[in-house]
């Protein structure tokens, strides 16, 4: 079963647009919530993540927001560049150092 | 930098035979992990292991065993490979305690099993 549901599978999006993908989950006990980036030939790597106790967190152009009521979070790139064409997966982890990874999204930044 | 390492990039191998994915970390991490990442199934647990000569099965440890032998180092094997196990495997590692969450992963072994 999906610990960790994301959607769309797919973005495209115009230079200097927004882009925005989503995740849920089910289980409350999970305390940090991360979002990966993957290049092609590359290992996933980390971008950013949240802890359950803020709504929003900011790193330059990419912020993720948090709503615990709703068990949902999202991770939004602000003036994509096609720099930001990979791969992003969300996760979120519980006490045991695992983390569950939603099945990634695809999103492309065409100039 | 944390680096982790897998010993190849690219892997042939025919059914049945006995495939052996390496995978070496440079910086003390107590947590190591294989996943396969397969599209449209992101990436999948298949074992982890948080300390020299434990392991625990992920969720999909069929087909799979691994051994950790010494801290730096944990080996995925296939014992038997087949057509289903073509994939891309990642390793990666991660430190234990409060605050420490990343996981730093290898670039990645493409595996094809003919």
């Known amino acids: 079963q999906q610990q960790v549901k994301q959607s769309p599978q797919s973005l495209i999006v115009q230079k200097g647009g927004i882009s925005i993908i989503n995740c849920a989950y089910e289980?409350?006990?999970?305390?940090?919530f991360p979002w990966y980036q993957q290049f092609p030939g590359k290992g996933p790597a980390l971008l950013i993540a949240?802890?359950?106790?803020?709504s929003e967190k900011k790193e330059g152009r990419f912020t993720i927001s948090f709503n615990k009521s709703a068990k949902q979070f999202s991770l939004h790139i602000m003036d994509s560049q096609p720099g930001d064409s990979a791969t992003y997966f969300c996760a979120a982890k519980a006490g045991n150092n695992r983390l569950a990874f939603g099945k990634g999204n695809q999103v492309v930044v065409i100039p | 930098d944390v680096k982790v390492t897998q010993s190849s990039r690219y892997l042939v191998k025919r059914t049945g035979e006995k495939v052996f994915l390496e995978c070496v970390q440079d910086m003390d991490h107590e947590n190591m992990f294989w996943y396969r990442q397969d599209p449209g199934l992101g990436l999948r647990l298949i074992y982890f292991?948080?300390?020299?000569?434990?392991?625990e099965k992920g969720d999909i440890p069929e087909g799979y065993s691994v051994s950790r032998e010494k801290k730096e180092r944990f080996s995925l094997i296939l014992e038997s490979a087949s057509t289903n196990q073509t994939s891309m495997y990642l390793c990666?590692?991660?430190?234990?305690?409060?605050?420490?969450?990343?996981?730093?992963f290898g670039p990645g072994t493409r595996l094809t099993v003919l």
């Open positions: 292991s948080y300390d020299v000569k434990m392991k």
């Open positions: 990666a590692s991660s430190q234990t305690g409060t605050g420490y969450n990343e996981q730093f």
């Open positions: 949240i802890r359950p106790d803020v």
């Open positions: 289980n409350t006990a999970f305390d940090y």
